[in-house]
């Protein structure tokens, strides 16, 4: 672009602009607020005349202007689109100075001393170039550790690793860290690959690329196969654990030393999976010799496509394992196996290496003792659970698909067309539930005649897995099934009976709520309803929906009806879940289910609703829905998928992943010691009032923000205008406002000044609570505070929910 050209565009009241232009660019300066910010950082060199405040720029400076528009937008961290680039490029009759008015005009501030300098400054002084003498206050541990979690969030290539790693040791001048490939791939232990080819064609199964190193014929369509390139083939990987199951459990090794030899059972309570009845009966039976040397996992699988140029995807085969934390449960799955191919993977195959893995590691043991309290334990390892979405779960465990007769995977309901989409109507008696071992009797029926009974195909390879119930070690999904399918559903129907007018002050309402940090995700509007993630509709069941449809909703009934299922998952998502509340949670959603086809006809009875008659049965056999849920295993896909930076060598890509991941977590482990309580910013000094108030020592130091329990809390006195973190629940019950957090060293007291609320429960929802009143302050030990909360003020209403568990996924 010509000089002359770029000299249309300064700030100087002579610019001739379009009458277009001139229109939509005072609605982005408007909406910007521009002339209250500090807009760009100036040298005097690029200023004509201070006094003027539309600034002249140096006619020599080429691309000042573009510049200081781009430090103006990024001041107020809105991009410029390419659209306003546009505008602002236009040519025509009106000037810059008829833009604003004269309450509005753009003021730049007069810099006569740069706090950015310009590269040409930096040049031409003398201390640029003198030699940086750092001292730097780091470990090589915490060096390298900061240098793999940088390399994580900026999914860098192996060679961007590489050339990271050389960087550092440039810059520290010796080799503080690995820098080759070689050595950078040295770091982390080799787990064994075991590549598995199928052929393109027919997609029968070959045998591993170990056996055959050439080409071979595909045994059912002759077609050749080149065994020795697996990149060019549909083939599948599976990953030895064993290594990855060491370092968690090492990493862990107090928390599940307890869980094999202390934990006991609390009696009608449910806390965890070691609280599900068949977890329970599965470590009866053990033999003596391997109830303290034990392991079990989850597993799932499910498809994501890797390139948006082709249709070749990755169906991973995750594990996780129950016996560490569930915070770190949720962050660790284990890649154990691998799809890679243009079609979903043939699960008879697939399955059948899978299950042939973990039965040698439930025989033999993981191979490599685990070092637990001075003690060596060769772990057997057992998959109990198989969480998968609706599609997944029929290819694996046999029976039909879900939109087929008897395509119930836990009872031999029929099913009913209706409107041409397979229904499940609510009918008494309820139908028989399936179990193991008459599921085997149908399997082979089904392969001895060729036809379905009752709904079963074909004999599952997960028949073979030891340990494995091929009807109960399958769980209802709870994030597909229940949050982005039934919630999603009945949203929409309730909707129709509101008029356009409630939608607009719902969306309003739900742009206002300021939602605690651990519930995930902010609030957005109905009418971006179809870009919700599965946790924002979680939210609104749980916590939005009942005080916001109360505010504008008059049908009664249909709040009531609602209610039923925002009460039943408040209790299947709880840390301790008795079995008096598990069965009040089964009577609703049986009525819920119930009554659906009365308020919404039969076309609401579809496979998703049907399916929360057996979710009581889940947690009663494998503990709450979350230490169960899919949530983990979509979020490890997400991740996943960042790992692969090119075509060639994907198995090889998602492997050197997994073990940055890991090393990640036990360097992090090794490094920090974190504590229960961790206090965030500096302690200020207490008002001496308030010490005397409860009688605490002058010693004490204030905080305004903290991490316990994995969950952050704040105080009032820190007010966001999107997020709100003071509110709690105590372990009585109670509900309370955070003032402040106080500590003393000298005397290891950790308090909190609290505002207590006192409420009574929602007509409609015992888990939504109305506020009464803000009464007395109080301090207690901060160790009380059993839970985060959501606040919402309607009008003249304030409603408090406190959240069911302190999980952040």
């Known amino acids: 672009m010509s000089a002359t050209k770029r000299k249309q565009y300064l700030f100087d009241k002579d610019v001739p602009l379009s009458k277009y232009a001139l229109s939509e660019l005072k609605k982005i300066l408007k909406r910007e607020k521009l002339q209250n910010n500090e807009l760009l950082s100036c040298s005097s060199r690029n200023i004509s005349d201070q006094s003027n405040p539309h600034v002249l720029l140096d006619e020599t400076d080429n691309d000042v202007i573009s510049l200081a528009l781009d430090e103006s937008v990024s001041a107020n961290q809105n991009p410029i689109t390419s659209e306003q680039q546009l505008l602002i490029n236009n040519n025509s009759s009106f000037a810059w100075s008829d833009l604003l008015s004269d309450d509005e ?19 031409n002084n003398e201390e640029f170039f003198n030699v940086l003498s750092l001292n730097v206050q780091k470990s090589q541990a915490e060096l390298l550790l900061m240098l793999l979690k940088f390399s994580i969030a900026n999914t860098l290539s192996m060679t961007g690793i590489s050339n990271l790693f050389k960087l550092i040791n440039l810059v520290c001048g010796s080799a503080v860290v690995p820098e080759t490939r070689y050595k950078i791939d040295k ?16 997609t029968n199964y070959i045998g591993t690329f170990q056996d055959f190193n050439y080409v071979v014929n595909c045994a059912n369509c002759d077609k050749p196969v080149n065994m020795s390139n697996p990149s060019s083939q549909c083939y599948f990987a599976i990953f030895d654990p064993s290594n990855a199951i060491q370092d968690y ?7 599940y030393d307890y869980v094999v030899k202390e934990r006991e059972h609390e009696k009608n309570h449910i806390k965890d999976i070691y609280d599900g009845v068949l977890y329970r009966k599965f470590v009866q039976s053990l033999k003596d010799s ?3 040397s034990y392991a079990t996992v989850i597993f799932n699988t499910d498809g994501a496509p890797v390139f948006e140029s082709s249709t070749y995807s990755i169906w991973p085969i995750y594990l996780i394992l129950n016996e560490i934390p569930i915070q770190s449960r949720m962050k660790s799955a284990i890649t154990a196996g691998l799809w890679f191919g243009k079609d979903k993977p043939i699960m008879s195959v697939f399955l059948d290496a899978f299950v042939n893995m973990i039965n040698d590691l439930s025989t033999v043991g993981v191979g490599i003792p685990c070092m637990i309290k001075n003690e060596r334990r060769n772990l057997k390892i057992f998959a109990l659970v198989a969480s998968v979405d609706t599609v997944a779960r029929a290819p694996m465990n046999g029976p039909s698909q879900f939109n087929a007769r008897y395509g119930c995977d836990w009872c031999t309901h029929k099913g009913q067309y209706f409107q041409g989409s397979m229904r499940y109507p609510f009918r008494i008696p309820l139908p028989k539930n399936r179990d193991h071992d008459t599921t085997i009797k149908h399997a082979a029926e089904a392969i001895e005649t060729g036809k379905r009974v ?33 919630a999603k559903q009945f949203t929409t129907y309730i909707l129709r009976h509101l008029r356009k007018a409630d939608i607009q002050y719902i969306n309003q309402l739900l742009e206002a709520i300021r939602a605690p940090h651990q519930i995930g995700r902010l609030t957005r509007s109905l009418k971006n309803r179809k870009y919700w993630k599965a946790r924002e509709y979680e939210n609104w069941l749980l916590y939005y929906s009942i005080p ?22 408040h209790i299947c998502l709880g840390t301790n879940i008795t079995y008096t509340e598990l069965n009040r949670a089964n009577e609703m959603l049986h009525e819920f289910v119930s009554k659906a086809e009365d308020l919404y006809s039969l076309t609401s009875l579809t496979y998703n609703v049907h399916q929360l008659l057996h979710l009581p049965t889940s947690v009663y056999n494998w503990g709450p829905l979350y230490s169960h849920s899919t949530y983990p295993f979509e979020s490890a896909n997400c991740k996943l998928l960042q790992a692969i930076h090119c075509a060639k060598g994907v198995i090889l890509q998602i492997a050197r992943y997994d073990k940055i991941q890991r090393a990640i ?6 490094i920090y010691k974190i504590s229960s309580i961790n206090y965030l910013g500096k302690g200020k000094s207490a008002n001496n009032d308030t010490l005397e108030k409860f009688g605490i020592s002058k010693d004490a130091r204030v905080f305004h923000k903290i991490i316990y329990k994995g969950c952050l809390f704040m105080t009032s006195k820190k007010k966001n205008a999107r997020s709100c973190n003071y509110f709690a629940q105590l372990d009585t019950g109670e509900y309370v406002e955070i003032k402040y957090f106080l500590i003393n060293d000298k005397s290891n007291q950790e308090l909190t000044i609290c505002q207590l609320i006192k409420t009574k429960p929602n007509k409609y929802s015992s888990f939504v609570q109305e506020v009464l009143e803000f009464s007395n302050e109080l301090c207690i030990n901060t160790t009380k505070i059993s839970a985060t909360c959501v606040f919402i003020e309607i009008e003249t209403k304030m409603y408090i929910i406190a959240v069911p568990n302190q999980l952040f996924y």
């Open 187 to 202: 770091l982390f232990d080799d787990d064994i690959i075991t590549l598995h080819g199928v052929c393109p064609a027919c």
């Open 249 to 255: 459990i090492e990493t862990n090794k107090n928390y």
């Open 105 to 123: 005009e753009l003021q730049l501030p007069s810099c006569t001393k740069s706090t950015s300098n310009s590269i040409r400054e930096l040049i």
């Open 548 to 569: 916001v449809l109360s505010a504008v909703l008059d049908n009664a009934r249909i709040l009531k009806h609602w209610a039923l299922l925002v009460d039943a998952l």
């Open 665 to 670: 977590q036990m360097l992090s482990n090794s």
């Open 454 to 486: 009752f709904g079963i195909v074909t004999a599952s390879p997960l028949l073979n897995l030891k340990k494995f119930d091929i009807i109960e070690g399958f769980t209802p999904d709870y994030m597909h099934c229940y949050v982005a399918g039934v």
């Open 290 to 292: 391997d109830r303290h």
